[in-house]
C-alpha cells in the first residue's frame, strides 16, 4: 500500500490505528466536529483538542452499493455504507444539528453487514479497520442494545 | 437584495450533438457549440465580448474557445463546478454586464462525460487521490454521485414514505418527453416497471433512476434587454437567479440536517424574491434529474408541492407533457444526455420561444400540433414563464426563473 503524506490532518487516522474514535473539540465553545476541520463552524475558534467519543450511536441513514465504483470495493459488494448518529452531542447545538460519520457496517471479523441487518435506527459500535501499520478505519458493526426510535429499512 | 428583474435576456441558445464517443476534444465541441449560440442569436464573433464557463479539470478554457472564434473578450472567467453552475454563470454574466466589464457573453460547458472523464466516477475520476475531507467518505466505498447522494434518499423514503415507484414516473416522464426529441440519446419510452425492475446501482437506486454519461457542449448567450431587441429570437428575460445556495456545513452536509432538506430550502426565497411571482405561476419547470429523485426533492424544497408531498407530485401527472407543469420537456439527463444542467435552461429558452426543436415540421416557425404522442410535439402551449432547479449535490444548488 503506497504512505499516505503525513499532515496533522491525518491524526484522526492515527487515532484509528490506536483503536481510538476521536473527534476535533473547540477550545473555547466546547462542541465537537467531524471531520477535522480547522476552525469551530460555530464560533471561528481556531483552536482545539482531540476528544475521544464512545463510540456508541445509531443508524441514521445508509446505503448498500451493489455496482462499485472503485476497483477495490468490486469483491465487497453488496457492501453498505451507514450514516451513523453518534451519541454525543445529539441534537446540539441547534435540533437539526448532530454529531454524524459515514463508514461502513462490518461484521464482527470486518466483512461487509447483510443488508437485511441494515436499518435505520439500528444501535452500532465502533470497531477498527487496521489497513496499515500506520493507518486504519473508524467503521461500525451491530449490537444488542435496543434499537432507538422507529427501525426502517428498504423494503 | 438588489432587483435587476428583466433587464436581461438570455437571447441565443446552441450545443452539439449529444453522444457516447465524440472522437473530438472539447475545444472542438465548445467552439461548435458557442458559434451555434451566437447564430441562433443573429449575433456575429464581434457581438460577444464576455465568456464564462465551468469544469472540473474536465474541459477546454475560454482563452482557445473565443480565438479560435475570432472572439476578442473584454471579461472571461473558467469556473470550477459542476451541476448548478448554469443559473449561477448566468447571474454572474448579468453581473458582469451591470459592472460595465462587457456588453454579451458566452456561457458554455464542454466535456466528455462518456469517453474521456466519466461522469459516473469511474476511469480518470477513480484514480484520483484521497486526500483531506474526502478521507470522510471515499475510504468507505462512497465516491460516485449515486453513492454521495443515496442516503439522502432513503432518509426522505423513512421520514414521508416515498416509494421508488413514486419517483421511478420521473423517469417515465422524462423518457415520455425525450421520445419527442430527435437529439435524446434515449428516446424509449419507459414504464414504472422498467425502472424499478433495473438493476439495482446503489440502493435505493436502480439504473435507471440514474442519469446518462454523455459527450457534448452547450452555449447561453446573455446580454441586456435593450440589445435582446435587436437579436433573431423572440428575447427571454431574466425574472430571478440565485447561484450556487448551500445548506450549512457543505464540507459535510450530514452533520446539519434534516438531511432530506436541500439547498433550494434557501434558494427559492432569493429567486421569487427577484421574481415577485410564486411556484402557482410556473408553466415549465426543469428541475435538475441527476437521479429520479433529485427532480423530486427540488421540487417540494421549492414550493410546488408541501415538503414530503414530492413522491405524490411526480406520480401524479403534473410534470408530464400534457400536464399541469411538465418537467424537463426535452428529457432532462435522465434521456436526452448529461450536460451538467445546461441542456435544461437551452430547452427551457426554446419553450418559452415558443420553437421547440421536436418533430412538428414546421417547428422552427412556432407552428406545432401540441400531440404528445409518441414521435410528434414537445411544444408546451402557452408557456410564459419556466424556472430552472439546478442541482450540484444535496447541499448546494441553483435557480433561475424566466419569462417570454
Ligand atoms: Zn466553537
Redesign the interface.
Known sequence: MPQPVQYRGMSLIAHARAHRLVVRKCAACGLLRYPPTHACPWCMELRFTWQELSGRGTIYSYEIVHHAIQPGFKELTPYPVVLVELDEQRGRPTPDESLRIIANLLTPDLRPEAEEKVAIGTRVRVVFQDLADHMALPQFTLTDEPPQGRVWRLP | MKNLRDKYCLVGVGETEYSRGSNRTTRALAVEAVRAAILDAGLTASDVDGMLDYQSGDSTLANHVAPDLGIRLNFYMDVMGGGSSTEALIGLAMGAIEAGMCNTLAIYRSMNGYSEFRI???GAR?AQPV???D??????????AG?NF???F??H??EYGTTSEQVAHVKVAHSKHASQNPKALLKDRVTVQDVVGS??????LHLLDCCLETDNATCLIVTTAERARDCRQRPVSIMGVAGRVSK??L??H??????TRVAGYYAKDIVFGQAGIGPEDVDVTGSYDAFTFTTMLQLEEYGFCKKGEGGQYVSSGVIELGGRRPNNTAGGHLCEGYTHGMSMVIENVRQLRGTVDDYCPKAAEGVHTYDYAPGRCRQVKDAEIAMNLGWAMPPLGSALIMRR
Open positions: 459516473g466516477g469511474t477513480a486526500r483531506g475531507l478521507l470522510a467518505q471515499v475510504p468507505f466505498g462512497m465516491r460516485s453513492q443515496a442516503p439522502t432513503l432518509r423514503m423513512y438493476r439495482w446501482i446503489v440502493k435505493p450549512p456545513r464540507d459535510f450530514w452533520a446539519h440536517g434534516p438531511i
